[in-house]
């Protein structure tokens, strides 16, 4: 009643922008002068690598990524110039169409430097064929060091040949999946006195062939693996004076009369035998090896590796694993502690050892620095108490899925001074409150890796290689992955890297078949592309 409508509220304009602050001058005024922002444009457009030489150019390039050094390229034609001249290594899609469509002379003449090549087709695919090797021969043949052919299906002994008359400079050779035979392979060693690497994986044209009779004069390094007839090889493995390292994997036949041709005084150092058809008569028979990889060969026992040890006392790596055979225990440790003093890393899978050998080794070793146990299923209580009283060198200790309890493993805070790094996996007596003690006892120095049974690692399926690649856990329990760096297996993290905590909650919020399917799932196929490296 007599109330008069309320006006209309007017809103305030917005308060102006601010001007800028006196003290604070923009670096470009709207009133600049002309000359100034040409002179502006001008150090801005301007290459400071011009006055650089080409080499130091080339040098930087070198310092390089692979997606770095192509963004590179395309800055101007001097960089693709300079990139082009340097880039060493080359890696090629190496599937038919890189041939139908000229790109394989284009690339090959854009980078004409390049000493370090490969090859690579998908299984699925039709490859790259002879006359692929003949342009390789014809534009990079002198300088090529390195080469490796990955599933080149159809190139033949002719096209290999021709490419080794041609890359007489070759130091390293890799071929995996191809299907010419040993003719190709004879060439190479024959036309490449250079050649110091060779490794050979399931090359399909070895069925029939004769025995290559030709050596490797510089031949240091040799691996065969998953070969049928491979000791068609026999000449090259006891006839190549400076060969250190072999590696037999996975190959049919009997072995024993190759290894015992090895003559005496061979510069043999390494020898790697997994899942061979090898006794105790072929191993006693080499002498002065310092590393020794013998995995799943149920035929070698502890007499074998008794003789072994007793003709080579500077064996520092030894690497076993049993199958769960019980053909090699205590009486071969026994005699690798008391012939082997520098004996520096011991790896035992599958391998049933008690307090008598570990007692042994821990007096007889005092350089032993890496231990790792898996799969024992005498290691105890008494045996890592002995290890904590007596390995006072010992740096890295891995034990896995071994009958230990908290009450060994807590002798290991009060012994091994030097240890710097516990891994503990899948052994059910061991708790989490034991490894939290053992954190304690060193003030953070001592780092401990420990898994809960029945935690992260469930969605793993018991895949993991050692450094050298040679144990792959067919069958028996995982091996120790990469001593120097990882003191024995990880279930808990697989191919991905991803820690094992992640990989749980992940299996918590979906089903178990869910889960494994993400991780393991691989592609299918790639379109044709032409990678360089």
């Not at 490859?127 to 090797?133: F, I, N, Q, R, W």
């Not at 008794?306 to 003709?311: I, M, Q, V, Y």
Request: aromatic residues 4%.
């Amino acid at each position: 009643m007599g109330q008069c409508p309320s006006a209309p509220r007017r809103r305030k304009p917005p308060p102006p922008p601010p001007s800028p602050s006196p003290t604070h001058p923009s670096p470009v005024p709207p009133q600049a002068p002309q000359h100034l922002l040409a002179s502006l444009a001008e150090a801005a457009g301007e290459d400071h690598t011009a006055d650089l030489p080409e080499e130091l150019l080339a040098l930087v390039f070198g310092l390089l990524g692979s997606g770095d050094r192509k963004r590179c390229s395309l800055v101007c034609r001097r960089w693709l110039a300079a990139e082009a001249a340097s880039r060493l290594r080359l890696a090629l899609d190496a599937r038919a169409p890189l041939l139908a469509d000229s790109a394989l002379p284009r690339l090959l003449a854009r980078f004409p430097a390049v000493s370090k090549l490969a090859l690579k087709c998908d299984r699925r695919s039709e490859s790259v064929g002879d006359p692929a090797l003949a342009l390789v021969a014809d534009r990079l043949g002198p300088c090529l060091r390195r080469l490796k052919l990955r599933s080149l299906r159809a190139v033949t002994d002719d096209g290999v040949v021709g490419l080794a008359a041609a890359a007489t400079n070759l130091r390293k050779l890799s071929v995996g999946s191809c299907t010419f035979g040993a003719k190709g392979i004879e060439a190479v060693l024959r036309s490449c006195l250079q050649l110091e690497e060779l490794s050979i994986k399931r090359l399909r044209g070895l069925a029939d062939s004769e025995p290559i009779a030709a050596s490797g004069p510089r031949l240091q390094s040799l691996s065969l693996k998953e070969l049928y007839n491979g000791q068609c090889f026999s000449c090259l493995i006891t006839q190549s004076p400076n060969l250190k390292t072999l590696k037999i994997i996975r190959c049919s036949g009997d072995w024993d009369l190759v290894l015992q041709d090895v003559p005496r005084d061979s510069l043999l150092s390494e020898l790697h035998l997994e899942k061979l058809q090898v006794s105790d008569r072929g191993v006693s028979a080499l002498f002065g090896l310092e590393v020794l990889y013998l995995a799943k060969a149920p035929e070698v026992t502890d007499v074998g590796l008794a003789a072994l040890a007793a003709k080579s006392p500077r064996l520092r790596k030894l690497h076993v694993d049993g199958w769960k055979a019980n053909r090699i225990g205590d009486r071969g440790l026994a005699a690798v502690a008391q012939k082997c003093a520098s004996l520096q890393e011991l790896v035992l899978i599958g391998v049933n050892l008690t307090y008598s050998s570990l007692e042994l080794i821990a007096a007889n070793c005092p350089t032993l620095e890496r231990l790792a146990l898996c799969g024992s299923d005498t290691f105890g209580d008494a045996e890592i108490s002995c290890v904590a009283a007596k390995c006072a060198a010992l740096r890295k200790l891995c034990i896995k899925a071994c009958p230990v309890s908290d009450a060994g493993m807590d002798k290991l805070a009060e012994g091994c001074p030097r240890l710097v790094k516990v891994k503990v996996k899948k052994c059910r007596r061991v708790t989490s409150e034991c490894a939290e003690r053992l954190r304690a006892s060193r003030n953070g120095a001592l780092a401990v890796n420990f898994d809960t049974p029945g935690g992260g690692g469930e969605l793993q399926d018991a895949r993991s290689i050692d450094e050298s690649g040679v144990l792959d856990n067919a069958g028996s329990d995982v091996p120790p992955e990469d001593l120097d760096d990882r003191i024995g297996p990880d279930l808990s993290s697989g191919s991905s890297g991803r820690p094992s905590r992640w990989k749980a909650r992940m299996g918590a919020l979906m089903p178990r078949s869910l889960s494994v399917s993400i991780f393991r799932r691989q592609p299918r196929g790639a379109s044709y592309t032409s990678h360089e490296s």
